[in-house]
């Protein structure tokens, strides 16, 4: 019973301190390009999203990012004006 407690411990201080390192770096964790066929060295790999340039990801994030906010927008509206 006591490993499973230190092994509890462990699991909770490495996900306190990734939390602490996004929260204070202000950097969301993020994989690398390609994913897991370029984490493995494949040769023939192209990313099926940026075809291995990594600009084009970001590019990718930003306009789903920019299309999410205008999403949440479009729901909102102003409640102190008459109509």
């Given amino acids: 019973m006591a ?3 230190i092994v509890f411990a ?4 490495v996900i306190v301190a990734a939390s602490v ?3 204070m770096g202000r950097k969301p964790i993020k994989g ?3 994913g897991v066929g370029a984490a493995l060295g494949e040769k023939d790999y192209l990313c ?3 075809g291995d340039d990594p ?11 920019a299309e999410k ?3 949440a927008e479009s729901l ?3 409640v102190t004006t008459k109509k």
């Avoid at 462990?10 to 201080?13: A, H, Q």
């Fill in 32 to 34: 690398s390009c390609g």
């Fill in 69 to 71: 906010r205008a999403a």
């Fill in 10 to 13: 462990v699991f909770l201080l």
């Fill in 76 to 78: 909102s509206y102003e």
């Fill in 48 to 50: 099926p999203v940026c």
């Fill in 55 to 65: 600009n084009l990801c970001e590019k990718e994030q930003e306009a789903a990012a």
């Fill in 21 to 23: 390192g996004v929260i």
């Fill in 3 to 5: 490993t499973f407690f």
